[in-house]
């Protein structure tokens, strides 16, 4: 029988011990559990760093198996956390063990809590203000300025820092040795490279693209390009014709290379852009107010503005930004 869990369950971590760094929010987390002192708690930073891998162990080590989805509550709070969901769902949960007169220790997990509209904080506010002692809130965030001021102040802030590659080349690999992948040697640096890049440094991301990557039988054959592809690249054979296009300033040649590119994605493409920056013949002193366009280019595009256009005035600035031939 074929195991098709996902892999960033079948290997999240159980124990405070097997999360990924973050040592310095682990070791305060840990002192908060011996003591059985546990405050409301904000988690923030990147996507895939280990913030929900950390409440669920919280949450399970607090409450116990048995009685775990008794006593917590898991919510996506971009799918869910509105108005009437605060007004009937959560506050049916928290009211529930002041009916019953049950003391034991309960959670609310709210994860990408950034996403939930300021009058919805502000509810949300009150109920955490009246909740008893044991009832605990935990929220996970990647933008804590999304957070209001008012819950801010009555939780405990953990942040969460970015893996570093190797940590997240590290865990790719025992996974990949765990599920007996035959990764083909003269490969291997490539294909985890590629991998982490892909990642943008979200191991929980990283670990999905590997689990497709096997799912499609890429790894057999190891074929990098397709790896790209699946994954919304651009696949290498295509960034090496753009590569000589820009250094022959062909605006021309590279507006019709965007057009036949399928599946565009313009946050992936940034993103390869930036990585082959090196391999463009850029003036030195440029590459600040290049950075600086790349940014407003994100955010005209996070506005709606045509990705195409916008991708067409990035290489235009580029090419305009290259050491005068001769």
Known sequence: ?????????????????????????????????????????????????????TALIIARTMVGEEDYHRNVLELNASDTVRMDFVRTVIKNFINHSMIIEDKSLKFVILD????????VQQALRRIIEKTSNSVKFILMCNYINKIIDPIISRCAVFRFANLSKDMIINRLKFISKQENLKIPKEKSIKFFDNLY??????LRKAINTLQMSVALELVDNLDLDELFKISGYIDNETMDKLIDNLNDRQIGKLKDLLSSIENFDSRNFIRQIVKILPRLDIKQDKYSLIYAFI????????????????????????????????
């Open 197 to 202: 890049f892909i990642s943008g440094g979200d």
């Open 1 to 53: 029988m074929i195991d098709e869990t996902p892999w960033v369950e079948k290997y999240r971590p159980k124990a405070f011990k097997d999360i990924v760094s973050q040592n310095i929010a682990i070791n305060n987390l840990t002192e908060f559990v011996l003591k059985k002192n546990i405050p409301h708690m904000i988690f923030t930073g990147p996507a895939g760093t280990g913030k929900t891998s």
């Open 295 to 326: 940014g407003e280019i994100d955010y005209r595009i996070s506005q709606g503005a045509d990705e195409k256009i916008q991708m067409t005035a990035l290489l235009s600035e580029l090419i305009a930004n290259m050491k005068r031939v001769g």
């Open 112 to 119: 990408e809590a950034d996403n939930i509209p300021g009058q």
